[in-house]
């Protein structure tokens, strides 16, 4: 299956660094923060997509971290973030989509109700489709580092697609 479904990555035309948050402490599969000091060049960047942050967050993954299978908004099968990936290399792994649910928010998934479809090496800036199930891994021996910003459309105050997502971050592709 093609990864045009799943991710789209993009250059972003300035360095990004990440944060100073901690280092996980042994044994914690990762370290989630608020991204409560966003670099401005960043939402103008994202701000001339004609879109705009309606959440952004922080991970730290230690070697061996790992989050749950989920999906960051139920309700669609299509939602756009901006994931930074800093540090180490670590792999994204995406799974066979679901009927939509009227639950609203994140929503978590066991290994068994989900299907294997697709996996990514990440290193740098993506476009992600974060509306199909998915994971991330840092199957590396040093700290990955995500700033992620889920993103709305400028236009219709709703979540981005990630199809219109693509299309608004074109001039970046890489």
């Not at 994202?46 to 705009?52: E, G, K, Q, R």
């Not at 967050?57 to 299509?78: A, C, L, M, N, R």
């Not at 580092?145 to 299309?167: A, P, Q, R, S």
């Amino acid at each position: 299956m093609s990864n045009k479904i799943y991710h789209h990555p993009i250059s972003i035309p300035f360095d990004i660094k990440h944060p100073e948050f901690g280092t996980p402490i042994r044994g914690q599969t990762m370290v989630n923060r608020r991204y409560d000091i966003i670099d401005e060049r960043l939402l103008d960047f994202i701000d001339s997509c004609d879109a705009y942050i309606i959440y952004n967050e922080y991970f730290v993954f230690p070697p061996g971290g790992k989050i749950k299978i989920h999906v960051d908004e139920s309700s669609s099968t299509s939602i756009c973030k901006l994931d930074i990936f800093l540090g180490s290399i670590g792999t994204l792994k995406w799974f066979n989509p679901i009927p939509e649910t009227k639950s609203k928010g994140v929503r978590v998934f066991s290994p068994e109700e989900v299907t294997f479809s697709h996996e990514e090496e990440m290193s740098g800036a993506y476009i992600l489709n974060v509306g199909i199930p998915h994971t991330f891994i840092n199957d590396s021996d040093s700290l990955c580092y995500v700033v992620g910003f889920l993103l709305f459309d400028k236009y219709t105050d709703t979540f981005l697609t990630f199809e219109t997502g693509i299309e608004r971050f074109s001039k970046y592709a890489r």
